[in-house]
C-alpha cells in the first residue's frame, strides 16, 4: 500500500512538472506569435500607405491638372476675345467661352462638392489616418516585442526559452529618414 501511494505522489509530480513545462512552452510560442501578428499589422498598414497614398496623389494631381487646363483655356480664350476686332472671330470665341464654362457650371451643378480643395483635404485626412494607424501599431508592436524578452527572460520561462532558441528581440525605432519626413509631394 505504501508503494502504491508513492508511485501515486511521483506519478502526480510528474504531470505537475511536465504541466508546467507545457503552460511554459505554450506562453512563449504565444509571445513569439503575438510578435509576428503585430509586425504583419504593420506591415499590411505600410503596403497600404506605399500602394495608395501614390494613387490619391495622381487623382489629386489630374483633378488639378484638368481644373487648370479647364481654367487656363478660358482665360486664353477671354483675352483673344478682349483683344480681338473681328465680329466672327468675337462669335466663334464666345460660343467656345460658353461652351468651355457650361461644362464648369454642369459640373458645379452636379457635384457641388467637387473642388481641388475637397481633393487635398481628402488626402490630407487620409495620409494622417493612415500614419496615426502606424503610429498606432508600432506602439502595440513595440509592446509585444517587450512582454516576449520580458517572457523569455522570466523564471521558470528562461528554463525553456533558451535551449529552444528563443532569442530578444529589438524593439522598432524610428528612423533618421522618418524624423526628417518632407511630407506629400507633388
Do not use: W
Not at 8 to 21: D, G, L, P
Not at 48 to 67: C, G
Not at 149 to 170: C, D, Q, R, V, W
Amino acid at each position: 500500500m505504501n508503494q502504491t501511494i508513492g508511485i501515486v505522489i511521483i506519478v502526480i509530480i510528474i504531470a505537475s512538472i511536465i504541466s508546467v513545462f507545457i503552460k511554459l512552452y505554450n506562453r512563449l510560442v504565444m509571445l513569439k506569435f503575438n510578435v509576428e501578428k503585430a509586425f504583419a499589422n504593420i506591415d499590411v498598414l505600410l503596403k497600404q500607405r506605399a500602394d495608395e497614398i501614390p494613387n490619391l496623389i495622381n487623382t489629386v494631381k489630374e483633378y488639378v491638372t484638368h481644373e487648370k487646363e479647364t481654367l487656363n483655356r478660358l482665360t486664353e480664350l477671354r483675352t483673344k476675345y478682349l483683344s480681338s476686332t473681328n465680329q466672327n472671330e468675337k462669335i466663334e470665341l464666345t460660343n467656345k467661352m460658353v461652351s468651355g464654362s457650361g461644362k464648369i457650371m454642369m459640373v458645379a451643378e452636379n457635384y457641388p462638392d467637387l473642388k481641388a480643395s475637397a481633393s487635398f483635404i481628402k488626402l490630407q485626412e487620409r495620409v494622417s489616418q493612415l500614419e496615426d494607424h502606424i503610429s498606432d501599431r508600432r506602439e502595440f508592436f513595440n509592446e509585444c516585442i517587450n512582454m516576449y524578452n520580458i517572457g523569455i527572460n522570466e523564471f521558470p520561462n528562461m528554463i525553456l526559452s533558451k535551449p529552444m532558441g528563443y532569442t530578444e528581440k529589438a524593439l522598432l525605432q524610428i528612423t533618421e529618414a522618418e524624423k526628417k519626413y518632407n511630407g506629400v509631394t507633388f
